[in-house]
């Protein structure tokens, strides 16, 4: 007991001295209250839970009602509650490993005060350079293709709206506007964007809900999901990618007044987001049913009217929130590489940013399939990013006795036990490994395999109805 309290201690007088001076950096701003402070300056729980909530869902609320066509609704419900719980817990790993590794490093004086710490720094404080590369690899490559999902998915809604354009052509023009991102600092920035695109979210989803009740079951409607062992592991492996989200909890925890709270607000915002994508994915798929099979866009089957143009719209603007929120640790790795990242100067670092953003609109016009790319992405990357390596990295990190004992954070009250911990941790490792790795990335990339088959490497229109097709070739 009396370790723990030394731990604690050691803890709070580590983190005073930077909670300090953030304040004092925010309290220049608050002093008069300032339109600006209020709404570019975030630090708090409630930033961090609206970072969270924002984050974890965007266009993959679109794509969920394609997944429960391909494994049926029981399985779609019951994997929703089972990953959202497993990526919570994996989060609130990366958490304690934040704190861990903050910790040790301030006790050793380093200050972070113009430094953004990253999950491959934790990973290399904690467990090593090997463990650095790794994670810097999974983590890069994951946020990439992440930001490439959101501007395929761009392309992909607003073609919904105005099909002036082909999908290709529209994902020229977002990938200029989503490079505007550069311009947003850090996370301490995004406070606005973040309460605005869970509101964005939310309308969307609960329209799903409304509209697919209220337009009834299609005729002759039929639910046969599953019937196929590669969709469903297709669909569970989107499901597991929809849980993932938390490849930027660390840059999140970082820019929190007081980082120590972050260890449950990942939980609260899935249990938050569960009303979201649980009512919508199950009202879609009760209406329109097998017919989801080849719509991965729930928007290409809702009937048009002005609701449903209020949230592509939405969705359009939160696709841009979600994008700045991928790319922004991919421009801090950047910014570190070429010798940047302490740079004051915003218009500086937004041109050294630039470089980016190019890949991304490469990759988001070569594989432009929104709904079997999540799937894929999930498989190959999710699994390892957000669930295998911190569950490893947890297990290795307190092996010792001795690292146990001094550990800042000790097992939560829910499991006070590091034995049960281990063993959690283990199953997490196994369970990922094999039916989301193993099987789901079979399953997705054999899905993926089969839509560059049919459409094309650098498709114009991809899933376009065919008389829209034609006018675009």
């Not at 909890?249 to 607000?265: G, N, Q, S």
Request: proline letters at 4%; aromatic letters at 16%.
């Amino acid at each position: 007991m009396s370790n723990q309290k030394q731990g604690e201690e050691a803890m709070v007088s580590s983190f005073n001295d930077t909670d300090h001076e953030e304040r004092e950096e925010a309290s220049k701003d608050e002093s008069d209250f300032s339109l600006k402070s209020f709404l570019w300056h975030g630090g708090s729980v409630y930033d961090a839970w609206f970072s969270c909530a924002s984050n974890q869902v965007a266009q993959v609320l679109l794509t969920l009602p394609y997944s429960f066509s391909q494994m049926g609704m029981l399985s779609g419900i019951i994997l929703q509650v089972f990953y959202g719980f497993l990526g919570s817990w994996t989060a609130y790993l990366i958490s304690v490993l934040y704190v861990e590794y903050r910790s040790r490093k301030e006790k050793e004086n380093v200050n972070f005060k113009n430094h953004v710490i990253q999950w491959f720094e934790v990973l290399d404080g904690l467990l090593g350079p090997a463990w650095k590369a790794v994670g810097l690899a999974f983590n890069c490559t994951f946020l990439l293709f992440g930001s490439v999902i959101q501007l395929i998915a761009c392309a992909s809604n607003i073609y919904y709206i105005d099909d002036k354009f082909d999908k290709r052509t529209w994902t020229y023009i977002f990938g200029a506007c989503c490079a505007t991102t550069v311009f947003i600092p850090s996370f301490h920035n995004y406070r606005i964007w973040s309460f605005l695109g869970l509101g964005m979210t939310t309308y969307t989803a609960w329209y799903m809900t409304i509209a697919s009740l209220v337009h009834g079951q299609v005729d002759g409607v039929t639910h046969s999901g599953p019937a196929k062992a590669v969709l469903y592991f297709t669909g569970a492996t989107n499901i597991l990618y929809t849980f993932g989200g938390h490849a930027v909890t660390v840059e999140i925890m970082h820019a929190m007044w007081k980082p120590r709270r972050f260890k449950y607000i990942y939980l609260l915002a899935t249990l938050y987001v569960f009303t979201l994508t649980l009512p919508s994915a199950a009202a879609t798929y009760w209406a329109f049913g097998d017919q989801l099979l080849t719509h991965s866009n729930a928007f290409s089957l809702l009937p048009r009217t002005g609701w449903r143009d209020a949230a592509v719209i939405l969705m359009l603007i939160h696709q841009f929130i979600t994008f700045g929120f991928a790319c922004t640790p991919l421009y801090f790795v950047w910014e570190k590489v070429i010798g940047m990242h302490d740079t004051k100067s915003i218009l500086l670092r937004a041109l050294c940013r630039l470089p980016v953003v190019i890949p991304i609109w490469f990759f988001a016009i070569i594989f432009p399939f929104f709904g079997p790319i999540n799937s894929a992405v999930g498989a190959l990357l999710v699994t390892f990013t957000v669930y295998i390596i911190p569950a490893l990295a947890h297990m290795l990190t307190y092996r010792s006795a001795s690292a146990r004992q001094n550990a800042v954070e000790k097992p939560p009250v829910f499991l006070p036990s590091w034995t049960a911990m281990y063993v959690l941790n283990a199953f997490i490792v196994v369970w990922v490994l094999v039916v989301g790795f193993g099987l789901g990335g079979w399953a997705s990339m054999s899905n993926f395999i089969k839509q560059v088959d049919t459409f094309g490497l650098f498709a114009k229109c991809y899933q376009c109805p065919p008389s829209a097709s034609a006018k675009h070739h």
